[in-house]
């Protein structure tokens, strides 16, 4: 079975950076798709950036980010990688790692998705 594991979470000033990993065993690239969501309190989890068989050229983010955030993949160190770039106040909220088997659409919704991490806590000061 997957078991994921995220860190990096923190706190860092607004237009800072951070970057996000998530540990994972049980991956199969082949077989498995991978994001990152997150979810503020009060708020659903959202969708925050896809990555198809850890395919740099295959991915996907979510409007909000797009730009700022970029996803990768390592699967020699099967680790996934949630890098941010000019954080907002709106980008705090728990981060989420998450794997499924892969889809042609609706990569970002969070019933796609069967294993999940514990989260970090990202909170960006204004």
């Known amino acids: 079975q997957v078991q994921l594991a995220e860190s990096g979470g923190g706190s860092v000033q607004t237009g800072g950076s951070l970057s996000l990993s998530c540990a994972a065993t049980g991956y199969t690239a082949s077989r498995h798709c991978m994001a990152w969501f997150r979810q503020a309190p009060g708020k659903e989890r959202e969708g925050v950036a896809f990555?198809?068989?850890?395919?740099?050229?295959?991915?996907y983010y979510a409007n909000s980010v797009l730009g700022r955030f970029t996803i990768a993949q390592d699967n020699a160190k099967n680790t996934l990688y949630l890098h941010m770039y000019r954080l907002k106040p709106e980008d705090t909220a728990t981060y989420y790692c998450a794997a499924g088997l892969c889809a042609d659409y609706d990569v970002l919704s969070r019933y796609r998705y069967d294993y999940w991490g514990q989260g970090t806590q990202v909170t960006v000061a204004s």
């Open positions: 990555i198809r068989n850890g395919d740099l050229s295959s991915t």
